[in-house]
Every structure is written in structure tokens, then in C-alpha cells.
């Protein structure tokens, strides 16, 4: 039985980490992810940690701290938001190249401008091509497993790993959390043991070395395998928390899937809204589910293909926009899924959502459904690219 | 979720109505409670209105958006009613808390025809005799918890006893006087 806590998102983190006892924290503070390195400074100037705590003047700065790290062995964390996200862009690829498990605690907000720093997905998803692992968190209690499970899923496959929760609405809340006892997350974690680092002498080697078109590609596609091999990583450390908490993890979670007829695939804290519309809709006999993507990064394309094949419509929510005239990256990449599987039948639209913290209500959720309803039963679906609970 | 009570607070920047909804989702959960707190944020000014919501239920609550159809309404600050839509979507059969020196019958008229139970309590003048200092936060949550019953009266008295003992160690002598806030919000809390 773990403890029974109430704390935000935030401090779950920041309370992971400590339990985890990483090498090294780079840090720059950014609204909603600060506390996260501010409570956790407290573990480091209490002692309660030994993890070294390096202070500076940027965030990307603090990602090129993390990479020196880790590529010297250590257990390298930072955390942050925003247009820190966006700060660090050029070293999160970096990151992912050099093949360096780094684990970066996101907590999710609106990209400027106009300037806002309320909760949408334009910083995770601005970054989804840099070749990081990425996890996404419904409520302050997946925040914190999520975090529990990222050592081993990003150590399994050396890649680096985001684990995003919803700036604010997740970050700042204070919920009912059960944690994991201290002797039982150190056994769950493990030692980092690196295959290569630089401080192991008797393999010398280089870290960030040139790469001409001779090998670029080699290198590029050994990432992609990586990303791949992910995925059964993702399951099997999924399933092991499961045995150790009774919480289990997989790359989706399906509400009320087996019978729906009309399903949302969704990311995130508005997760929790959309089931109690289901829950409200289910009562006046709606068939209505939704698939929430844990693991964005990588895509499982093929569980949502197969969880979709029997929906008449569906809609990608995404809480961001791609600006491409067409629809944000949620719709693109579950239709494409779609496509490669050979299922023609279901129905689906997009909607932008959610965008610098509007709040998303149960009744958002259940306009969503009755606009799904109505595709299904003309099976015309009409503008595919929609705005929710917006002015126009 | 029948269970489920939705309270919003209303106060400005600085005087603590945040504090006081995070302090009353603690005393719900110590009492074996799901609980939500949270604060609506913005780029927050001293003295600028800000809304702060509580979920409280026996089964945890999924719902992540703000309250717009609570059962109860905390007003830390009266000025608040002449710009803000205090009672707006109060269920009528909840209740309106307002700190405030009038009667709940001298407030009403001030309530947009709310017809749901008012309550005054002068929070400023218990937290001045008691504390010394105008803490509107501290009467204000034991008269919703008072108005509400949300939490155990017996309970929350021991436990927010406990809390302000760990929170004011070092200064054991204000404990004295914030029991004794919480207990005369408890007993001067005007329903009508």
C-alpha cells in the first residue's frame, strides 16, 4: 500500500526526484514549471539529496548542463515550460543525437504570442520532432508514476524523456496523490550504468562528433529504431509499476472503448473532464469513449488504428495548432495511422482546444459529442477543421 | 458523484483566498476526503479580484475545469460584490459566505436576487481582536466549514490545532489567537 498524500503536480514532481536522488540538476527557472526546481533546492540545501544543483542564466543552458552530464554518466534532470522549451530546442536535439537519457520535467504552457502563460500544448508540441521520448499526464498522480517510470524507459533505449502535465491545471493543483515508498522506488529505478560515458577511462571516446552524409543517415536512423523499440519498453515498465502499485501504464488508456460508437482521442488533464461527459452521456445511453494517448512520443499509431476501426466518428482533440491551414498534430498523425492500416470507414474531425488556458468544460466535451452524433448518423462530415468554445 | 461539493472563493490578490481553499482541501482530505484546490491563475497584482475553487467528494472527481455552478460561495472581500459576479451560477440551495460587518439581510439586497441562504461573518473585526492584524483567511474558512459541513466541526478544530501548531512552531504564541479566530467565526456566523 503506498502513502496516502494530497499534493499538486509540481510537487509530486519535485518529490520524485528526490526519491529518484539523480547526479545533476541544470536549472533556469519559468512559470509553471519554477517550483519544480524550487522545492526541489530545498531537498539539495536540506540534504536530503546529494544531487549536485547548477544554477544558470538560461535554459538552454540548462540543457547543455544536462548533456555534459550525462554524457559523463550521471543522471541528468532539469525541468521547464514555455518558451524555456523553446530556449532549449537546439539542445534538446543535441540531446536525442548523442543518444542521452536526460529526463526533462515539462510542465505544458502556451507558446507567446500573444503573451500568456496559461496551459495549452504549443511548447510539447513545437518540440515533438526532437527526437524525445514524450509522456503525457492526466493528473498530478500519472505526473508522478510517469516520472517514477522515465529512468528505465529512457535508459532502455538511450534516448531522452519529456514527462509533460498541464501547466496550472495539473501543476498548481493540489489532489489526492498516492506515492510510492522511498526503498521501493530506489529498487524500481536502479543504478544508471551507462554503456559508454566519458568518465569511463578505459574506453575512451567522443560525445557530439561531426557526422559527414556518409553517416548522418546511419546515425538518424539508428535514433528511429530506438524510437521504436520504445515502445515495448514503454509496456514492460508499464506493467512492472502495475505489479509494484496497481496503477498500470500503457502507451493509450481506452474509456469505455469496446462498444463506442463515437470516440475523442485526447491528451492531458482535459482527459479527466471528457469522462465525466462520457460518464453523464453513458447515462442517457450514448455510446461514447475516448482514447487518451499516454506516450506521444513514440506515436502508437497502431493501438489507436486498431482501437478506432469500429467507431463511426471520432475527433482529434488538440490543444495547440499546427497554423497549416488544415489541422493540428493529433488529427494528422492518428489519420495517417489510420491510412496505413487500410480503415476508411470511421469519421473524424479536429478540434483546436484549449488554447492559453481557456477552460475546457464537461459541456465543451459533450458539444463535441453531439457534433460527432450528428456526422454519424448523415455520415457527412463537414468542416474537419474546427475551433472549440471560441469567439469568432 | 452525488456527493460532490463545489465551493468558489472570491478574494483579492494578497489577502489570502487561495491560501484558505488549499487549507480547507487539507482539512477535507485529512478527513479521508478526494480533493481538488486550486487557484485561477493570471499575472496576479495585490488588490486585483481572484477566484479560487475547492471540489470535495468521497469518490475522486476527474473533472479538471473551474466551478460554474457551486454550492457554496466564500467572499473574502466585500468591495468585491459591486464588480464581480459573486452569485453567478450559486445553486440556491447552497449558500453565499461574505465577510462583512452587516446582516445577512442588510447584504441580500446587494446579491442579484440570490434566493439561496446568505451568511455574514466580520472576519476583519475577529482577525483584528484576535491576531492583531486584519488575516481575513483564517475566520473565513471555519465559517464555511461551519455554513457547509463539509468537514467534521470537531474535527476541523483538532486538526487545524495540529496544523497551526507544525506552521508556528517557532512562534508558539499566535496559535492561541487563531484557535480562538476559527472557534468566534464559528460561533458569530450569521445565516439567514
Known sequence: MGIRERLSGNEAIAFAMKQINPDVMGAFPITPSTEIPQYFSTYVDNGQVDTEFIPVESEHSAMSTCIGAQAAGCRAISATSSCGLSYMTEMLYVAASDRLPITLAVSCRALSGPININNDHSDAMSVRDAGWLMLFAETNQEAYDNYLQAMRIGEAVSLPIMICQDGFITSHAIENIELVEDEKVKAFVGEYKPEHALLGKENPMAVGAYATPVYYMEAKRAQAQAMMDAKDVIKKVGAEFAAMTGRSYDLIEKYEMDDAEEALIIIGSSAGTAKEAIRELRAQGKKVGLIKIRSFRPFPADEIAEALKNVKAFAAMDKDDSFNAHCGPIYAEVCAALYAKGIFAPKGIDYIYGLGGRDVRVESIQHVYAELEKIAASGETGETYRYLDVRE | ?192
Request: proline residues 5%; charged residues 25%.
Open chain 2, 1 to 192: 458523484m452525488k456527493d460532490i461539493v463545489e465551493i468558489r472563493w472570491h478574494g483579492r490578490g494578497g489577502q489570502g483566498a487561495k491560501t484558505a481553499s488549499l487549507l480547507l482541501a487539507d482539512a477535507a482530505f485529512n478527513t479521508g476526503k478526494y480533493v481538488q484546490g486550486f487557484p485561477e491563475y493570471g499575472p496576479e497584482r495585490m488588490g486585483a479580484p481572484i477566484t479560487a475553487y475547492n471540489r470535495i467528494s468521497s469518490e475522486r472527481s476527474t473533472v479538471h475545469s473551474n466551478i460554474y455552478f457551486p454550492d457554496y460561495v466564500v467572499v473574502v472581500d466585500e468591495t468585491l460584490i459591486a464588480s464581480v459576479d459573486v452569485t453567478a451560477g450559486l445553486k440556491e440551495t447552497g449558500a453565499i459566505v461574505v465577510n462583512s460587518s452587516k446582516t445577512p439581510a442588510e447584504l441580500r439586497p446587494y446579491l442579484k436576487g440570490y434566493t439561496g441562504k446568505v451568511c455574514t461573518i466580520d472576519a476583519g473585526k475577529i482577525s483584528e481582536e484576535e491576531l492583531g492584524k486584519n488575516f481575513p483567511n483564517t475566520p473565513m474558512l471555519a465559517a464555511i466549514v461551519k455554513v457547509s459541513g463539509v468537514v467534521d466541526v470537531t474535527d476541523f478544530i483538532k486538526d487545524m490545532e495540529a496544523s497551526f501548531k507544525h506552521k508556528f512552531a517557532s512562534k508558539p504564541q499566535v496559535i492561541e489567537g487563531n484557535m480562538n479566530a476559527l472557534k468566534r467565526s464559528m460561533e458569530e456566523v450569521q445565516v439567514g
